[in-house]
C-alpha cells in the first residue's frame, strides 16, 4: 500500500438520501483506518472491508484523510462517514478525531456513522452532539443462528437490540443493515429471513437498509462463490423482500453494491438494468407499484431454481452446475 494512502481517504462521492422524509444531496467519504476489531479476531464471512485499513493509522492520519474529504465537500445536507469498523471505537477512531468531524462538518444537517453495537453506550452515546447524528448498525439477521452459523457476526440479537433502545433512549436515529442471502441459506430461505428480520429491525429503526450480499475479495463467500456453492441473490428476491411488512414510518429501501453484475445481486442481462431502476425508484417513493413493470422470462426460472434448491435442500448455486459456461469475474 503506498505511503501516501494512509493520509488519504478510501473513497469520497455524492448520492442521494432521505432526512426526516425530505430527499436531501448526500456527501460520503469512506476513511482509511486500523480496521474492525473483530475482523482481525474473526472476522464475518462476508466482509472484505478489512483490505482497506492499515495498522499505525492515528490521529495525525485522519486528521489529513478529513482535511481532503472537507476541501470535497459542498455543503451537502446529509454526510456519511464510513470506516472498515466502528466510528465509536477509540480504538480506531479516537475521541479528538470525532470532534474534529462534527466541526469540520458543522454545516450538515445530519451525521451518520457505522458502529457495532457493543461501542454503543451511555458514554460514548453522551460524547455526540445527539441532535444531528444517526448510528446505522449491521444487524444482518433477527435470527441468531444465521448470525452465528452463516454470517459469523461475533454479537446476537440481543446485543442489538439493547443498543438500539440505549439510541432510543437518546433519540438518535438508527439505520439497520440486513443481509440478504447470507451464505449457506437457500434463495427462498434468505427471503422469508430477511423479511422477518424487516419486521424486527422495523420496530427500533427509522431506516433499514437491505443489503444483497456481494462477493468480496478474500472472504469466505468469495471461495464458496467460486467453486459454485454460492450465488448472489437474484433481484427478485430483494424486491421481494422490500415488500415486507413494516412498522409505519420506517423506510424500507436498498442500493445494491454490484448490482447487475455476477459477484452482486442480479437477474439476467435482459431485465437487471430496468430492475436495479425500480429498485432505486422505491428507494426514494417507497411505492410498490414501481415494481408493476419489473417483468422478466427471467422470473420463471429463479422460481423454477429456487424450488430445486428446496427439493434437494441446498445452498449451491444450482444453475451454475447445470450451465458450465459461467464465467466468473
Given at each position: 500500500m503506498p505511503p501516501n494512502s494512509r493520509r488519504t481517504p478510501v473513497a469520497i462521492w455524492n448520492e442521494e438520501?432521505?432526512?426526516?422524509?425530505?430527499?436531501?444531496?448526500a456527501f460520503v467519504t469512506i476513511l482509511r483506518t486500523t480496521g474492525c476489531w473483530w475482523s482481525r479476531k474473526q472476522g464475518?464471512?462476508?466482509?472484505?472491508?478489512?483490505?482497506?485499513?492499515?495498522?499505525?493509522?492515528?490521529?495525525?492520519e485522519l486528521r489529513a484523510q478529513l482535511e481532503k474529504a472537507l476541501a470535497s465537500y459542498s455543503g451537502e445536507r446529509m454526510v456519511k462517514i464510513y470506516n472498515s469498523g466502528s466510528f465509536l471505537d477509540k480504538r480506531e477512531i479516537p475521541l479528538e478525531f470525532r470532534e474534529d468531524v462534527f466541526r469540520g462538518f458543522a454545516e450538515a444537517e445530519r451525521v451518520l456513522f457505522e458502529s457495532r453495537p457493543e461501542f454503543v453506550t451511555e458514554e460514548t452515546l453522551g460524547e455526540l452532539p445527539s441532535d444531528k447524528v444517526s448510528v446505522a448498525i449491521g444487524?444482518?439477521?433477527?435470527?441468531d443462528d444465521v448470525l452465528r452459523g452463516c454470517v459469523r457476526k461475533g454479537f446476537s440479537v440481543g446485543e442489538y437490540a439493547t443498543a438500539a433502545r440505549m439510541l432510543g433512549s437518546f433519540r438518535i436515529p438508527l439505520r439497520t443493515y440486513l443481509l440478504l442471502k447470507p451464505p449457506f441459506l437457500t434463495e427462498r430461505q434468505s427471503v422469508e429471513d430477511a423479511k422477518l428480520s424487516v419486521s424486527f429491525a422495523s420496530e427500533f429503526s427509522?431506516?433499514?437498509?437491505i443489503n444483497p450480499l456481494n462477493v468480496q475479495k478474500g472472504t469466505l463467500v468469495e471461495e464458496l462463490w467460486r467453486r459454485g456453492d454460492y450465488r448472489p441473490p437474484w433481484l427478485w428476491s430483494l424486491i421481494e423482500v422490500l415488500k415486507s411488512e413494516k412498522?409505519?414510518?420506517?423506510?424500507?429501501?436498498?442500493?445494491?453494491?454490484?448490482?447487475?453484475?455476477?459477484?452482486g445481486a442480479h437477474n439476467c442481462t435482459r431485465c437487471d438494468?430496468?430492475?436495479l431502476e425500480a429498485i432505486?425508484?422505491?428507494?426514494?417513493?417507497?411505492?410498490?407499484?414501481?415494481?408493476?413493470q419489473s417483468q422478466c422470462e427471467c422470473k420463471t426460472e429463479w422460481s423454477a431454481l429456487t424450488g430445486v434448491q428446496d427439493v434437494m435442500s441446498t445452498s449451491v448455486d444450482v444453475n451454475r452446475y447445470l450451465d458450465s459456461e459461467l464465467e466468473l469475474e
Open positions: 438520501d432521505v432526512i426526516a422524509g425530505r430527499r436531501v444531496k464475518c464471512t462476508m466482509c472484505g472491508y478489512n483490505l482497506a485499513s492499515e495498522e499505525g493509522i492515528g490521529l495525525p444487524l444482518e439477521s433477527s435470527n427509522e431506516s433499514v437498509s412498522r409505519v414510518g420506517t423506510r424500507v429501501f436498498s442500493s445494491p453494491t454490484g448490482g447487475g453484475t455476477p459477484r438494468r430496468k430492475v432505486q425508484r422505491f428507494t426514494f417513493s417507497q411505492d410498490q407499484s414501481e415494481f408493476d
